[in-house]
């Protein structure tokens, strides 16, 4: 990123603060709340506590210069009374940072106070706003044209504990105004996946289980869908919010060019329903709510007279009469005179529509294994920050990952299936890359030689660094009064993805062990990466005892003189030792030598990578 460029006052702006701030970012360093003008990809952006986020369409290639009608300089920011929008010049032409809108009047907003055109950045949602006359508006949510709506107006990630009483997640998503799904799972639990129709069903109830036949139930733990996210209540029997539960929330927003729901009654004739994407399916999932009964899944990368089933691991099966042979359009999917599954004369069904829209929010498509841990490289010209996948030829869950939970790169990813009320498992699966994901394994879950894949992917707001490590490294080990049976550290060593017995240092409580790297010279490093598991003559697994608080990161140029960044908590306040490669980020230091330095309590890795 460029130094960022001071935003420009055109016919606005006052700027004002919401909430507290949590946390900085880094590429440039600011606090939660800083606007910036990023000429690398010419977009205002503004942080939110741990990543840049864009307010409108990047325009990589805009030429730098003025905008007209008014007139303004790149990075210049102004609130259109016309469109009723705040604007910025990105060197060519103003972009919203909304979609606009028709105006109701208004003579400002509350809570907080402002007038029409001011702009802030509210904390407890982490989006920027701006007051339209009446009313808080998200920025983010890019609209030009029939263009798409901004990914983090229609698709949330989110990661809570369950309460069993009161528990209001606010992603800034409107689900009481456009309706949506909202798909849940219990991470620690082995409960059903719960998917929640906003509004209810016409049966009135509110629930299905993608890993059930069952009919639809009511989950009362879902006590209202708001304009910014959602609330639940007492659990009872949802599976939504139980007590200490660690659950994720996969919100999906009702919105052209991304997702659409549709109900309607069986007839067992060929039929076309409707729908309102706007674009090409790229994926359909059909249940009927009413009955027991599997659920169907068309997929653009499929034959038409295919289908997969949600519920279950089963291959790919042919038969013409579920989608009539027949590929989904713009405007409508088909239907056959299949009675098992989604069109028996009688039956209530619900069909989801995930849209195929490779220039916005989420991508349908497939890929061939090759069973290899350097698999296929999958380029969706964004980076995900949502899968789902399916082995289409052979028999394979339905995985889900997001980068909520986890993907590292490297390392073990953290994965939920939709076909499964099992607990959230790890392994390593793929690594993301800027502008798609490669496969890192071949397991045949997600790489079989020879097998063919679908999957369903979202973009990401606010992409990942891609770590580039370091090679070249000599490391060298004091475990204080416990090092004993370790192994000396090597590169190879350190640089071993794999989970076997292999920890290379441990240094026992209060004893101020060490494990340095020497780089050969000094080199600008942000991130370093932690993780494995070791044998008992070492100790069988350290995870459990590692002091995150007392183990701190430090530099220096000399080898002698440390300086040290913190405590491994301090830069990562949601770290965790464990298994699977952890990377921490932080604003880039240049130095040659680097260590980890046990100043209290138990210190362990099978890995400390380094890289920029």
Known sequence: MNIPRALAAALLLTVAWCGLAEADCT???????????????????????????????????????????????????FYNVSTHTVQFCNGANWVN????????????CSSPTGAEGVMIYNASVKRPQFCEGDAWVN???????????????????????GNNTTNTITNGIDLSGSGGLVWFKIRNNGFNNRLIHVPPLPSGDNALSSNLMDADMNAAAFVSANADGFTLGSDGTSGINLLAST?????????????????????QTNRLIAHNLGVEPGMIVVKSFDTSSDWAVY??????????????????????????STAASSTHFSLGKDQSRVNKNGKQYVAYLFAHDPSGNIQCGSYAGNGSTTGPIVNLGWQPQFLMLKNATGTGNWLMLDTARGIATPGSDAHLLANASNNEASAEYLNLTSDGFQLSSNNSAVNSSGATYVYCAIKAQAPIHIPSWYSGITYLADGGSNYGACTQPT????????????????SAAGTNGELQADLGSAKSVSVIGLGGKGPSSCFSDCAPLFNEAGTELQHSNDGSSWTSLGTLSSLAPSFTYATAIQTVTF????????RLYSASGYACTGQFRLGG
Request: proline share 6%; charged share 15%; hydrophobic share 30%.
């Open 27 to 77: 590429r440039p360093t600011a606090v939660e709340g800083t606007f910036i003008y990023n000429d690398t990809v010419n977009a205002m952006q503004v942080c939110n506590g741990a990543d840049w986020l864009n307010t409108g369409m990047t325009s990589p290639t805009a030429p730098g210069g003025t905008c007209s009608s008014p007139s303004g300089n790149e990075g210049q920011v």
């Open 97 to 108: 940072t909304a979609c606009p809108t028709e105006w109701d009047g208004g003579s400002g």
């Open 139 to 161: 920025m983010g949510t890019v609209c030009s044209g029939s263009g798409s709506l901004g990914v983090g107006s229609v698709f949330s990630a989110d990661l809570y504990t």
């Open 247 to 267: 659950v994720v929330a996969w919100t999906f927003r009702k919105a052209p060019k991304f997702f659409d729901m549709v109900t309607y009654t069986g007839n």
């Open 299 to 324: 997929h653009r990368s499929i034959p038409n007279s295919d289908y997969l089933t949600l519920n279950g691991a089963n291959p790919k099966v042919t038969e013409s009469d579920v989608w009539n």
């Open 491 to 506: 590169e190879a060593l350190m640089n071993d993805e794999n989970t076997g017995p292999k920890y290379t240092w441990l």
């Open 587 to 594: 604003a880039p230091v240049t130095a040659r030598y680097w």
